[in-house]
């Protein structure tokens, strides 16, 4: 239970964030997601399953802000999650190199994802977004990463089996 209560908690405060303060720090009117880099890093640390909660979970708040489209975010955000559990298991999750690499390239496809819905519903968006923005990402997991795992060590959010 205070697994959950720390993730819904975290999750807010990152979409918060996301629509409070990072418009402020934005360079040309490209501001990062403080929400994709903590999706992203959580699915590495904890697996695709995990990772998918917290990712549609997300993406759903995030579609509420979206007015053009429900659900494009939720759809993103489980791809992601599900790709970046996958790089998770195949790394030393220790080391952040590959972690931060990982975010870049997945906030480009989920950027990717997002704008081929959007042409498809014929609605224009900005192509260069998506440069911008998975640079400054990977810039802020740099240091989120390590933060996210040493807090999915400890013992309130690891799940241990009782018998």
Not at 32 to 39: A, G, K, Y
Not at 41 to 65: A, K, M, P, R, T
Not at 78 to 95: H, R
Not at 145 to 151: A, M, N, Q, S, V
Request: aromatic share 18%; glycine share 8%; net charge positive.
């Amino acid at each position: 239970m205070k697994k959950f209560s720390v993730l819904f908690l975290l999750s807010f405060l990152c979409l918060f964030l996301d629509s409070t303060v990072m418009p402020f720090i934005g360079i040309y009117g490209y501001y990062p997601s403080i929400t994709v880099c903590f999706i992203i890093c959580y699915s590495i640390v904890n697996g695709s399953w995990e990772g998918l909660w917290v990712g549609v979970g997300c993406g759903l708040i995030q579609d509420i802000f979206f007015i053009n489209i429900f659900g494009i975010n939720s759809l993103a955000n489980m791809i992601i999650c599900v790709l970046a559990g996958i790089v998770g298991s195949n790394i030393f999750k220790e080391k952040s190199l590959i972690p931060v690499i990982s975010v870049f390239v997945l906030t480009m496809l989920r950027g990717a994802i997002v704008v081929g819905i959007l042409f498809a519903a014929h609605i224009y968006a900005d192509n260069m977004a998506i440069i911008y923005v998975a640079v400054y990402n990977m810039i802020i997991s740099i240091f989120m990463y390590k933060w996210i795992y040493r807090l999915c060590q400890k013992e309130y959010m690891q799940v241990r089996w009782r018998f």
